[in-house]
């Protein structure tokens, strides 16, 4: 068994996918009209839960043409929000969701998105995983997102030995450098889109295989 370089992993992947990935970021979608700030990542991290990357992007895309702030979707029509989300399954869940969060942004957090984990968790449908996409890509604040991609490969790779991403999040943050906690949502998330696909990981593509437990490949 090979001893592991997380950094090393990091710094190869990072060559690979340049720009790495974020929430509503699909294989296809590289460029994304809507910007990374803080309402932007919220929402579409959101939109994320169980559904998958190229769901996330199509919701975030439809819902961000019809209200493109805070204070537009507090005060938005439930109806045309439900059929914006559709894409990312679970709408009417959802679409409640992302309206209710953006009443409380503006009624009790003077409309800003905050950057503390405790304060975010307040908020509906928001849970480890969103807020520290939220800290992570739209705040530069150093936070381990753990999503079903990094859960499933770093566990595959042998990097953690984890039933659950909370569990895999307080590893992760244990054996990586705390300035590099960014990097491994944003280049093992591409990497689950691109090589390490949950059906199937193509192990003759992988540029980490050397550090993979699972891989059966010769490097």
Known sequence: MVEKDICWILDTLAKEYVGGAYPGRSSEGLNPEWPA????????????QRTRDDNTRKA??????????????????IDKVVDAVRPAGFPKQKGSAIIECCQMLRDEFDGIVPSDTEEL?????????TAACVRSYAMDIPSVCVDTHVHRIANLMGLVHTKD???????LMRITP????????RYIVRHGQVVCL???????KCSVRSMCDSCTIPY
């Open 37 to 48: 700030d803080p309402f932007h990542v919220l929402i579409a991290t959101i939109l994320s």
């Open 60 to 77: 975030s895309d439809n819902l961000f043409h019809l209200y493109d702030s805070i204070d537009e979707l507090a005060d938005a029509d």
């Open 121 to 129: 968790l307040k908020l509906p449908m928001v849970g480890r995983k």
């Open 165 to 171: 991403p909370t569990e895999t999040e307080f590893e």
């Open 178 to 185: 705390k300035d590099r906690w960014n990097d491994i949502n």
């Open 198 to 204: 949950p059906n199937k990981h193509n192990c003759s």
